[in-house]
């Protein structure tokens, strides 16, 4: 049976509905386990920056095998893709409640579970874009908020989890909760267009290859055959002269009709040996020609300023940016802050902000006066600021009030694929996507260990924030410098002067 659909519409609806509660199933423990820290620390007993590895693995694995799971998706599918990766990060949660040691989390939390979440963030968007074209922007940001959202609920719900069963229960419950994107997977059917039958691999993508392939192939084969004849007649020639010693036998043996017969199946089979090495060559070339063009791409994209201050400023911001959702919950527990004033946690402002921001940004995008580009970067210096601020904070209002703002402006991810776009155009965008979140994922890994460690090297977590304030201020204001008119104003070589016309009047002799 065979199911046709329509591009913006239809079961496209049902697809951002899935992949809104696949998002939010995944992300809602990664993002918010600034809860499961603290429980770790004491469970534990081990630094904070070894600890908080397991949190920054889970936000930044999944961004480092970026490429890895584009490909998994790209061959497999979304569907089968998603219900994997449900498996994933349900079994890692789980296994996590048994975890003897903090090394065993690095591995089935932060391993496992962030490979997990990468692979279904990679599906979802994939097969969002597949069922939405006009409508594709709206789509992707309902689907994006569902992290967010999960954030948010998930910040609050393992604080009462942990409260009534502890940090092995908490954990147990989420990953079956975690389960339930199995469910949404099975809802998710590849995309076939409501005009013609989906067309094979083969009809269109082979073409090129059968061409590269068979347009010499018979100069080539001719080439293989007698190379494959040559070893095998030499071959022949000293079995016979040493069993027969003389080369009239070796003759009359050729004549003989019946070995005639036999021949005509290893001149078949050479042929065919012929056309598979053939095959494997030009393979082979093609293979290295794409890696070729790959890094010549690369370093194309590496000789744009606004490009290198870009994957500069994305990582300074994540190693700054992510720690606050990680460790704002210890920061106000360290501040000896009573826990009566706690009306709702703070990653969970931080979490329901981040939404917030991310549709308000987008919108702001979307207006043709506002440059994204300068749009950003005012988002990485108010954010930059907000961390500087967070060791003057003596209070839970005044840490409620900068965690909306660091999660407001943290929803300046929205807004990133417009300023790639501006930056390399949106034929270059894919390329050059996956190379900035590479570096993001690598900033999300570095971050709150680094951030950790200067508490437990100064044991208070002032030069932490400052440290992070900086790395957010430092990559907003290399942004801004790269993106000033007046370089490409002095690239401009200024125009040549038009020639001077002199006018001689001849003097009259009268």
Partial sequence: MEFKQSLDGGWGWIIVLVSF??????????????????EWLDAFGEGKG???WVGSLAGGIGLLASPVCSVCVSSFGARPVTIFSGFMVAGGLMLSSFAPSIYFLYFSYGIVVGLGCGLLYTATVTITCQYFDSRRGLALGLISTGSSVGFF????????????????????????????ILACGSLMRPFQSSDCPLPKKTALENVPDRYST???????????????DKGCSSEEKSQHTVANGDWKQESLLYKNPMTTAHTKEPETYKKKVAEQTYFCKQLAKRKWQLYKNYCGETGVLFKNKVFSALFI?????????????????????????KEEEFIMPLISIIGIMTAAGKLLLGILADFKWINTLYLYVATLMIMGLALCAIPF?????????????????????SIF?????????????AHAYGILMFFAGLGNSLGPPIVGWFYDWTQTYDIAFYFSGFCVLLGGFILLLAALPCWDSCNKQPPKPAPTSFLYKVASNV
Avoid: H
């Avoid at 908490?170 to 389960?179: P, Q, S, Y």
């Fill in 393 to 413: 904070a003596k209070s839970y209002v005044t840490l409620a009030i900068l965690s909306g703002i660091i999660g407001f402006f943290n929803g300046n991810w």
């Fill in 21 to 38: 509660i696949t998002q939010f199933l995944c992300y809602g423990s990664p993002l918010a386990v600034g809860v499961l820290y603290i």
């Fill in 153 to 180: 609920i998930y910040a609050a719900l393992q604080r009462m989890l942990i409260d009534f069963y502890g940090l092995d229960g908490c954990l147990l419950i989420v990953g079956a909760l975690a389960l339930n």
């Fill in 214 to 228: 068979y347009n010499e192939k018979e100069k080539n084969l001719e080439e293989n055959i007698n190379i494959l």
């Fill in 313 to 337: 400023a994305i990582l300074f911001f994540d190693i700054g940016g992510f720690p606050p959702s990680l460790l704002m919950e210890d920061v106000a527990r360290s501040s000896n802050m």
């Fill in 417 to 429: 694929p417009y300023v790639t776009t501006k930056t390399v155009g949106i034929e270059k965008l």
């Fill in 50 to 52: 070894k600890t908080a």
